[in-house]
């Protein structure tokens, strides 16, 4: 579900600059976190997998769809197969992006800010976990 009761998607009412500043925050914490930076393969220059993964997010929850022209399917689970994901690297990476929700909460516009933090903690939950091989 990417639309709330008004039909405005979380891309309308958060805007571009809230998903660039998620990102941000979430990779700044999976700069210190030795265990995921070791599944880069740029090492620690994470400026094009920021660039992805805000893409990916904002063509997710409706906004333009740069991440396809760009990467073409997004085909996830195949694109994360080459990656050891057993349980505790899917909770690192939910912890950095708990932490990242958290941070950017103040970017959120308040009558939706409930709303806007469920639909995105239960979605990364769950795509977390559809991400896990091992
Ligand atoms: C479960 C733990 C996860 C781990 C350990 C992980 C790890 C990685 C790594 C190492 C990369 C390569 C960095 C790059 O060059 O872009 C990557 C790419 C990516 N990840 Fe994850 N990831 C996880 C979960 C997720 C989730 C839940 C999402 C979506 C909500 C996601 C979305 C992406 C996207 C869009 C890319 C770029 C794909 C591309 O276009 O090549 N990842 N991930």
Redesign the pocket.
């Known amino acids: 579900m990417t639309e709330t009761q008004d039909n405005r998607s979380l891309y309308d009412i958060c805007g571009r600059e809230y998903f660039v500043a998620l990102v941000d925050a979430f990779y700044d914490g999976v700069e210190t976190d030795s265990i ?1 930076m070791a ?4 090492g620690a220059d ?1 400026t ?6 805000t ?3 904002v063509q ?1 929850w409706g906004g333009p769809h740069d ?1 396809m022209e ?3 399917h ?1 085909m ?1 689970r195949m ?2 197969g ?4 057993d349980a505790q ?2 909770d ?3 912890l950095h ?1 708990a932490s990242a929700i958290e941070h950017t909460l103040h970017l959120v516009p308040e009558p939706e800010r409930d709303s806007v933090v469920q639909q995105l903690a239960s ?2 939950v ?7 091989n091992q």
Do not use: K
């Open positions: 995921l599944m880069y393969p740029d994470t094009e997998a920021r660039q992805r993964l893409l990916f997010l997710y991440y760009q990467r073409g997004p996830l694109r994360h080459g990656f050891a994901i690297a899917r690192r990476w939910l992006m979605y990364v769950n795509a977390a976990e559809h991400l896990r």
